[in-house]
């Protein structure tokens, strides 16, 4: 099948042959003729299987009739991330090129006043993050009552984060005569309950069983130390492997992210840092640095594990076991993409056997294990400086130890004697007292019986003959 037999326009197939595309994925063949008749979906498919595009690409076609008016977008699309957002956003810009459609994306981080901008102007597609897209509505900068297309896209990751109140609240203020579009990777109870609650009689469209993996992706359990430097020398032992060209290294602190990104870079590797403390300018700017090969690996958390279609990933971290076995299948899914291969490596601790546990009942499907292997770093540190010697230990160190480290040298003074109270425990001293109590009666009894004799002086001093100038008697 080609896309030319899912009733797209020619305009549209046009642009879609020009990006390199001939043939559709599962879920764009299986959902796009649904969408053209206006059908309400939910798609249920593995991450990085072309979700994307099996709505953007039929919106683009409908919204090519009709007009947009001030205030009131024609289109709301609902992503949970400002980089999934923006990735969205990209999508309509370049499969629209051959369409004049107005596009508006309203997410955290970035001016308010450009975004109110153009929604005074009117819209077609409104691409938005639930908490900017409500702070605008409760502004009055948002009529939805003309909003004839909702699509809802990774409403697992919706849930997580806390968002379903605000999507039922949405939903409410849109009008009864709509087409909803839902997708997601996983469909977990909450979803399904939203999905009945909002959407009239849709068509479930699964190309896979739910949180299903990629079968493209070589999957592998790495049983670590829970210590965090030897978590980080495993893994630089893993990033030096040839076949790494490309990785994603996920972990469940944005501390985590910071310290891990700084170590890497000490160490010689090409890495960036995308976590959600960072400013949207500072994790756009990152991303394109990995997008176009300015830095290899990219250290992130759980922001950039929905959605983000990145070519060319060749390998996944977890770095730290995910809390919750979903996230599992959407981080490893940022490689294999398109029906290119990838692997995925997650470390696990003791500490994370409930984890895995989790992962592995979600699944389906036992995850091999990586042997340890040789030690691939010498640990001995031979014709190495004191200076690299140093910043490694830096690097290595936990905080605590550093700590614990520079409190250790106050204590041991405390402890230990003073040199010149050792010296006077091995050569006791005369006591002040000693110096002042007089002798004993007993003593004094001897000393009076003991004979003199010649190696034995007298209260003088002095046993030898008498000199003559003491003989002179000054009186005469």
Known sequence: MSFADLGLSDELLKVVIDAGYTEPTPIQASTIPSVLMMRDIIGIAQTGTGKTASFVLPMIDILAHGRSRARMPRSLILEPTRELAAQVAENFEKYGANHKLSMALLIGGVSMGDQVKALEKGVDVLIATPGRLMDLFQRGNILLTGCSMLVIDEADRMLDMGFIPDIEEICAKLPS???????????????????????????????????????????WIVPVAPQAFEKRKRLRQLLGQEEVRTAIIFCNRKTTVRELNKSLKQHGFRSGEI????EQSQRLAE????????????????????????KGVSHVFNFDAPWHPDDYVHRIGRTGRGGATGVAYTFVAPDDAENLDNIEKLTGQKIDRLEQPAPVEDERPARRSRRDRSREQAVETPVEAVEEARERPARRRRAEPRQDETREEKQPRETPRARRDPPREEDRRRDRRRPASDSEPDDGGWNGPIPDFLKVSFGS
């Open 177 to 219: 005569q709509r087409q909803t579009l839902l997708f997601s990777a996983t469909m977990p109870p909450p979803i399904k309950k939203l999905a009945d609650k909002f959407l009239d009689n849709p068509r479930i469209i699964e190309v896979a069983r739910p949180a299903s993996t990629n079968t493209n992706i070589t999957q």
């Open 275 to 278: 976590h959600g403390d960072m």
């Open 287 to 310: 991303l394109d640095l990995f997008k176009t090969g300015e830095i290899n690996i990219l250290v992130a958390s759980d922001v950039a594990a929905r959605g983000l279609d990145i």
